[in-house]
C-alpha cells in the first residue's frame, strides 16, 4: 500500500485543486510500480490552507496554476520515486523514460509496462542488461508502435536501434548495473518507439530474492 | 513534546528525495513546511511487534481545500470509501487520521464502523465536524484496527502536534509499514508573485502498483 498526505499554502479553488492532484497523481504515484499489485489502501489526501497570501487560483489555465501544477508534480514525483527506491527487496531504483509516442499517456504506458516487467526486474538484479526483455515489455504494453523504429539504451550504452540489437559492450552495461546495485542508485531505460512528440516515464526497482522472502513472512 | 518528536522521528532514516529540477528550493518541513499545518508521530501500540511509530496526524489552523485521489481496487479499505464519502459531501477539511499496522481492509459492516468511531473521536478532540477528518489506514488486510490502543492514544497525540520539521518528520515514519526509510519532501517557490510552499509525505514499499482517480 502506498498513502501520501500533500499539504500546501496555496491559494486554490476546490475544483481546480482537484484536477491538478489528479494530473500530478497521474505523473507520479500512478507512475510507479514494485509488484503489480494494486493496493485495497492506496491514498493520496492533498490539502490547501490558502494561507500564504497568494492571489486565489481558480483556472487551470492561468499562470499561476500551470506554475503551481509543475511544483506539485514534482513533489509528488519525488515522493513516488521514493517510494520505488524502497521498494522491498530492492538495490536499486529503475527509471525507465519513452519518447516519440503521439502523447503523454501512450508514453506513459510503455513505460510502466517495462517498469512492471517482471523479467526486466529480474534480468537488473542478474546485473545482465537484457534489451529482448525491454523490447518484449514494451511490446505488450497495447500502445502500437513500429518494431523498426524501436530504440533502446541502458545508461549511455546504446543497445538497439532501428529494431536492430547492436554490438556494445557487455562488462560496461553490465558494470553500470552493478554500479547501482552497489550504491542503492538509479538504472535509467531510455526507449524511444517513434517521432512523436509523447514523452512519459515510470518508476520501478530490480526484483530480487528478498521479496519473495518479505512477503512469504509478513502474513495475516 | 520535541524530544518525543525528535526520537519518534529518528526510528528509521529518511529516504534520498530525487526531486527533478525545476524552479524551486527544496526546505525542511515535509507537511508541516506549509503555512497553517502542524503534524505529530507516535507510539501508539497498534503493530504488531516493536514500538515504532504507528500512528500520525495531520491538521490545518483553517478549512483546507481538499482533494483526494483513491485506489480503483474494487475491494477498497474502509477508509478509502468513508474519505471518498467526505470528499463527496465537502470541499474542504481539517485534519488526516493515519493508522500503521491494520489495513481495516476486507473488514465489511465492522471496519466501517470502525473508521466512524475513529474519526468521531479526532473530530470531537478538536472540535470539528465528523466530515472535516479523514483517514487513512496501512497495514495487514483483513484484521480490523485496534481501535482500543488507537483512541486511548489520540488525546496525546493532538498534544503532541507542531508544526515544526520534527512533526512531520515524525509523523512520516509513523506511516510506515515494511518500508526501510520514511519519505518525505517539501519545496518552497514563487506563485503569482507570492511565495508558496508544498510538503508531502507518503509511505510504501510493497504491494505496489497505484492506480488511483
Redesign the interface.
Known sequence: TMLGVITTDAWVTSDVWRKMVQTAVNRSFNQITVDGDTSTNDTVIALASGMSGSNMISSLDSYEAKKLQVCLDAVMQGLAKSIAWDGEGATCLIEVMVTGTNNEAEAAKIARSVASSSLTKAAVYGRDPNWGRIACAAGYSGIPFQPNKLRISLGDILLMDGGQPLPFDRNAASDYLKNAGKTHGTVGIHISVGTGQGSGKAWGCDLSYDYVKINAEYTT | VYSSLKEASNYIPA??????E???KQIPGG???????KAAGMYGGLRAKGEKPDLAL?T???D??????????V???A??LY?KQMLDKS???RA?L?NAGQ????TGDAGYQDVIECASAVAKLLELRLEEV?I????????RIKKDALLSSLPKLVGLLSSTTEGADS?AVA?T?????S?????E?????????????????????????
Open positions: 529516504a534520498p528525495i530525487l526531486l527533478p525545476g524552479p524551486w507537511v508541516t513546511a506549509a503555512k497553517g499545518f495531520v490545518c489552523d483553517v483546507a481545500v481538499a482533494a483526494g485521489a483513491f485506489t480503483t481496487n475491494v477498497s479499505a477508509p478509502v474519505c470541499k474542504m477539511a488526516v493515519i489495513a481495516n481492509a476486507a479523514l487513512e489506514s496501512t497495514g495487514v488486510i483483513g484484521q509523523a506511516i509499514t515494511t518500508d526501510l526509510v519519505k518525505t519532501v517539501a519545496i517557490s514563487e506563485v503569482g508573485g507570492t511565495c508558496i510552499r508544498i510538503g508531502g509525505m507518503a509511505k510504501g514499499s510493497g504491494m505496489i502498483h497505484p492506480n488511483m482517480a
